[in-house]
């Protein structure tokens, strides 16, 4: 449902990339978030992150699972979609996702299979029946682990990391390099579009993963590792900084410039994104979390507040940053071609691209996850050597 503020064309009374279009980058961003913090432990020898370090694995496949849920829903016939694969355009950015996509995929697969193959080997030789056939396939037949191939599984695990890192950021950079080239929405033409992207991409996935761990070992009843938690975030921290920074550089040089199209801009913000952009976005749900932040990287907090003070600001910011991408998503889509008018969407909770469906979509990686974690141990076990 939408309603009309000054001068709105006949056909743009609707918002057709509508809260699946929002969903869709927000699920990327998640993957792409999670994997960078798995590699800071794998390419960048970070220690203290090793408890979260084949978590983070998991978290990313099981999302990415899901990723193209929400693209394949708002489709009329999302039976089509391959059609971009099987007779593709080389100039099409979208086209270019379906192989980023499936690239990414075999590698998360590959480096998960490396990751735990020690751990497969272990759980075969432990297991029967039907399970015992699943650990034999997923340790690709070869159930016996020895020195020499342990040693290389970890330089390919060091090399797949790696080569990881930009993979994830194509897989999720590009769904900002498609909203920044489109010249006619003023809103979202603009070069910084990518990095924002990709910034509140790390920022929601390292959020993710820290809630996901306490919750977690809370659920188990055990204590999450005061050292990993710290560490993480410390780098969620940071990456905020740089996050934060470069969403305020983009509405800054738009209002520093005044170009002819800031006029449409600044109606916009102060119009209908004046409460959901500088309100909630820019207000409560970044400055709190900023200011949280780093009083939790500098000070010393004790373990429980620390638990207590991480889960909140992980809440904050995985908010902060969906109403980034509805701001951006939503928010180009409600100018006029005209420049003087404004749409103003209204989500509605049933229906195809409604709130519930949404909900249902993201429970789904969640559901998966748990399934995930009765066949692979999500944390190192006291006796694992370190790789």
Same mark, same amino acid.
């Given at each position: 449902?939408?309603?009309?503020?000054?001068?709105?064309?006949?056909?743009?009374?609707?918002?057709?990339?509508?809260?699946?279009?929002?969903?869709?980058?927000?699920?990327?961003?998640?993957?792409?978030?999670?994997?960078?913090?798995?590699?800071?432990?794998?390419?960048?020898?970070?220690?203290?992150?090793?408890?979260?370090?084949?978590?983070?694995?998991?978290?990313?496949?099981?999302?990415?699972?899901?990723?193209?849920?929400?693209?394949?829903?708002?489709?009329?016939?999302?039976?089509?979609?391959?059609?971009?694969?099987?007779?593709?355009?080389?100039?099409?950015?979208?086209?270019?996702?379906?192989?980023?996509?499936?690239?990414?995929?075999?590698?998360?697969?590959?480096?998960?299979?490396?990751?735990?193959?020690?751990?497969?080997?272990?759980?075969?030789?432990?297991?029967? !029946?039907?399970? /015992?056939? %699943?650990? +034999?396939?997923? =340790?690709?037949?070869? *159930?016996? $682990?020895?020195?020499? #191939?342990?040693?290389?599984?970890?330089?390919?695990?060091?090399?797949?990391?790696?080569?990881?890192?930009?993979?994830?950021?194509?897989?999720?950079?590009?769904?900002?390099?498609?909203? !920044?080239?489109? /010249?006619? %929405?003023? +809103?979202?033409? =603009?070069?910084?579009? *990518?990095? $924002?992207?990709?910034? #509140?991409?790390?920022?929601?996935?390292?959020?993710?993963?820290?809630?996901?761990?306490?919750?977690?070992?809370?659920?188990?009843?055990?204590?999450?590792?005061?050292?990993?938690?710290?560490?993480?975030? /410390?780098?969620?921290?940071?990456?905020?900084?740089?996050?934060?920074?470069?969403?305020?550089?983009?509405?800054?040089i738009h209002a520093y410039l005044r170009v002819e199209h800031w006029h449409i801009v600044e109606g916009l913000l102060n119009g209908p994104l004046h409460t959901s952009f500088w309100i909630m976005q820019l207000?409560?749900?970044?400055?709190?979390?900023?200011?949280?932040?780093?009083?939790?990287?500098?000070?010393?907090?004790?373990?429980?507040?620390?638990?207590?003070?991480?889960?909140?600001?992980?809440?904050?910011?995985?908010?902060?940053?969906?109403?980034?991408?509805?701001?951006?998503?939503?928010?180009?889509?409600?100018?006029?071609?005209?420049?003087?008018?404004y749409s103003a969407f209204h989500l509605e909770f049933l229906g195809k691209e409604g709130l519930l469906a949404g909900m249902i979509i993201m429970a789904l990686p969640l559901v998966i996850l748990y399934f995930?974690?009765?066949?692979?141990?999500?944390?190192?076990?006291?006796?694992?050597?370190?790789?």
């Open positions: 449902m939408t309603e009309l503020i000054g001068y709105v064309f006949p056909n743009e009374h609707h918002v057709h990339w509508s809260f699946m279009i929002v969903l869709y980058p927000y699920i990327t961003g998640l993957i792409a978030g999670a994997f960078i913090m798995s590699s800071l432990y794998h390419v960048f020898n970070v220690k203290a992150l090793r408890p979260v370090s084949k978590f983070s694995l998991v978290f990313a496949f099981a999302f990415w699972t899901c990723c193209t849920l929400p693209l394949l829903n708002h489709l009329g016939h999302p039976e089509r979609a391959l059609n971009m694969l099987i007779t593709p355009s080389p100039t099409s950015a979208m086209a270019g996702f379906g192989y980023i996509y499936g690239s990414y995929g075999i590698l998360l697969i590959m480096e998960l299979l490396l990751v735990y193959r020690k751990t497969l080997v272990e759980l075969y030789q432990r297991s029967s !029946g039907a399970l /015992k056939k %699943v650990y +034999w396939l997923l =340790t690709l037949g070869v *159930p016996h $682990v020895t020195p020499e #191939s342990e040693e290389a599984d970890k330089k390919a695990i060091k090399f797949l990391a790696a080569i990881g890192i930009p993979w994830a950021c194509f897989l999720h950079g590009y769904v900002g390099f498609i909203f !920044g080239g489109v /010249k006619a %929405v003023h +809103w979202w033409f =603009t070069p910084l579009m *990518p990095v $924002v992207f990709l910034l #509140s991409a790390c920022v929601s996935g390292i959020a993710g993963i820290i809630l996901l761990y306490i919750l977690i070992m809370k659920y188990r009843g055990e204590e999450p590792d005061a050292a990993c938690l710290k560490s993480c975030v /410390k780098y969620l921290w940071g990456f905020f900084i740089l996050d934060l920074t470069m969403e305020l550089l983009d509405v800054g207000g409560v749900f970044s400055l709190i979390p900023f200011l949280l932040l780093a009083w939790m990287s500098l000070a010393d907090v004790k373990p429980r507040l620390l638990q207590l003070s991480a889960a909140v600001v992980s809440v904050m910011i995985l908010i902060q940053v969906i109403l980034m991408r509805w701001n951006v998503v939503i928010g180009g889509q409600l100018i006029s071609k005209s420049g003087r008018g995930l974690s009765k066949i692979l141990p999500l944390w190192h076990s006291s006796s694992e050597a370190e790789a």
